[in-house]
């Protein structure tokens, strides 16, 4: 009987992409394995075999899954979201599989960890420090602060909870509000020590986000996206993401260079990496390089095609299916998981991109027109509304998920990106206020839609 390859892939239940994966599998002849932070007391609701760990508590739950691969044993290892990362390191290690190390991927998803690793490696950051939420704003720090600043939490993604300040007045505004979100049910759940944030200097300039994957220590980078829109605050809300950049030669060398670095000086090694840099005169600045793919829907914005220049299987005891078509991101990603070098892969040349739809405003979602207009803009792949009727929705720096998803794919990233821009101009939501709460102590915080 031929020997079965496993992927084990560590997600949350909410996860937008574990379909995804398991729709890859199937098509390399794989087992899926999951392990999520699902309810432990119901007996397999969803059916999968999948194996119920605690996020929160990343030993227990690395020991469960190591324990678990005695009798399934795993070939390859997968992680979705921030939350699992360390836990993926761990099992990794247990398991003798490549993977990022463990310190690495704890540091990754740690803001102040992260900055002073940079710092310590002479990587370019902006002036930072820790942020005691127990402590009064107008005493934060022995030294006079620096307008304008950025507040932000240590562990959360998608830019929530982050917030700029241009005065005293606004700074403390921001860390009042911060001390709320933190202090909210789901956030505490989510956390394992909620109250503690960050103060750095804001970083003007233009933004952009790096995809890749790192190959026993080389970096391989999938797609350097531009981010057209500003962020400069108040809230960092990011919608549009378009690939290939169309930042010159010498500017794209300095973003892959510097997160090259950061990656480096972090300690990652191994495996998937989804990092975000500012550039602006004074070089590029890495805000962070996260420890797992690129989240949410936004993976169906990317497609490969086979290098022809490389050999494909040389480096697999297994050789997986040879696709005719472009592959996934997830595709690509359980190959790699696999032993499979990225160097076999490179980008399709058509220009692509996303848009994940912002929330307007706090409200009950009703109702949502125009999809079919939206669909028919030029260029414009798909519409996916992901929000659920009757929903709370909560905008940033509160909120953690978008109404939906916009895809565009074109011969120009111009193109791509005013397609994006018409198809969300179509879509209209209908947007009830929300009923009054009363005697309800601290914020009222929409649960997850799904991951960023």
Not at 353 to 375: C, F, H, N, T
Request: charged share 25%.
């Amino acid at each position: 009987m031929d020997k079965v390859t496993r992927v084990l892939l560590l997600a949350t239940t909410t996860g937008y992409q574990t379909r995804a994966f398991g729709d890859a599998a199937e098509r390399l002849g794989v087992e899926l394995v999951f392990a999520t932070d699902r309810c432990d007391m119901l007996e397999d609701p969803w059916q999968d075999g999948a194996l119920a760990i605690r996020f929160h508590d990343e030993e227990q739950s690395a020991a469960a899954v190591v324990d678990a691969a005695r009798a399934r044993p795993i070939d390859g290892l997968l992680v979705v979201g921030d939350r699992p990362t360390v836990i993926a390191a761990r099992v990794a290690r247990e398991l003798g599989l490549p993977g990022h190390p463990t310190e690495a991927a704890a540091i990754a998803k740690h803001k102040l960890r992260t900055r002073e690793r940079l710092r310590a490696a002479g990587v370019p950051v902006p002036w930072f420090f820790p942020l005691s939420l127990d402590a009064q704003p107008s005493v934060l720090s022995p030294q006079p602060i620096r307008f304008p600043c950025v507040v932000k939490p240590v562990a959360l993604s998608g830019s929530r909870g982050v917030m700029r300040a241009d005065d005293q007045a606004s700074l403390d505004a921001a860390v009042h509000r911060l001390r709320a979100l933190l202090a909210s049910p789901d956030v505490r759940a989510e956390l394992r020590s909620g109250a503690e944030g960050i103060v750095e200097g804001f970083i003007p300039g233009r933004e952009y986000a790096v995809e890749a994957l790192l190959h026993h220590g080389a970096l391989h980078v999938l797609a350097i996206f531009d981010k057209p829109d500003p962020l400069d605050g108040p809230f960092f809300e990011e919608s549009i993401y378009v690939t290939p950049s169309r930042a010159d030669a010498e500017t794209q060398r300095a973003i892959v260079s510097a997160v090259a670095d950061a990656a480096r000086a972090i300690g990652l090694h191994h495996g998937p990496i989804h990092a975000e840099c500012r550039v602006n005169d004074g070089g590029v600045y890495v805000l962070e390089v996260a420890a797992r793919p690129i989240g949410g829907l936004c993976a169906r914005a990317l497609r490969f095609d086979r290098d022809q220049s490389h050999e494909t299987h040389g480096d697999l005891s297994r050789p997986l299916p040879n696709p005719e078509s472009p592959i996934s991101l997830e595709d690509l990603l359980v190959r790699h998981a696999l032993g499979e070098s990225p160097s076999h892969w490179r980008r399709s040349p058509q220009a692509s991109g996303v848009m994940m739809i912002p929330i307007p405003r706090r409200g009950i979602l009703r109702g949502v027109d125009g999809g079919e207009a939206a669909r028919d803009v030029p260029h414009v792949d798909d519409v996916r509304i992901t929000a659920k009727m009757d929903q709370l929705l909560v905008p940033l720096p509160e909120g953690a998920s978008y109404l939906g998803f916009i895809f565009a794919r074109a011969e120009r990233p111009a193109d791509v990106e005013t397609a994006l821009r018409a198809a969300h101009a179509r879509l209209r939501f209908a947007i009830d206020p929300e009923l009054p709460v009363l005697a309800v102590k601290g914020p009222v915080v929409a649960t997850n839609i799904g991951p960023l």
